[in-house]
């Protein structure tokens, strides 16, 4: 079980301060706002009123030594560095913080945080990317020109196993994981010799093009 800072509970801080509850780790969180902790305490482990950029504040709340912090406030950019320096002074290596746009994640960047996140920037790529192949059920971008991606299973492939199908040297992609989309029960990773069925979804990662060519078998 880990221990793990939030700082902010707007509406990305609180979705992740609860699923990190969920997961059963410590989940510590500081907002300014007396109502918004007073609202959401329940949900977490220890909810603080105060400013993150303090030091002091994030002393006492119980911030040294955590594990990770996911800094919230990306409409303050100020708050954000000045949190993210304050961390790190208190020996918590993994920061990640929310940026408003790519020159505050680049500015973020430049001060070695974990990652710089844009969450509104994320999920619109990955909903275009739905949009325009309304196959994929999912698509989570890996680097340039590459992405792991579920989609339902290729028509050709019903009936058949993954070590026949061969699809790293065939169709140079990896999958990852097999869902039943009836049962929600997943493989990770998936038997090789189950034979897959029309009602499977495939977790597949490789080169965007490559699996394009992969979800258009589906018929």
Known sequence: MGRYVVVGLGNFGLAIARTLEELGHQ?????????LVDR???????????D?????????AGAAG???????????????????????????????VKAGNETEARALNSLG??????PERDAGERLAHRIVSQ????YQPLSEGHSIQE???PTPWVGRSLRELAPREREAVQVIAVRDVLTEAT???????AVLKDSDSLVVAGADAALARLCAQRR
């Open 52 to 60: 993150a950029s303090d030091p002091a504040v994030l002393r006492a």
């Open 66 to 96: 955590a594990d990770g912090a996911v800094i919230s406030t990306g409409e303050n950019l100020a708050t954000s560095i000045l949190a993210t320096v304050a961390l790190r002074d208190l020996g918590v290596k993994q920061i990640f």
């Open 113 to 118: 945080v974990t990652e710089a996140v844009i």
């Open 40 to 50: 959401h305490a329940e949900w977490v482990t220890r909810a603080v009123e105060g």
């Open 27 to 35: 989940v510590i969180v500081i907002e300014r706002q007396g109502l």
């Open 187 to 193: 493989q990770v990773p998936p038997d090789p010799d």
């Open 151 to 153: 989609m339902p299973v």
């Open 135 to 138: 196959r994929v059920l999912d």
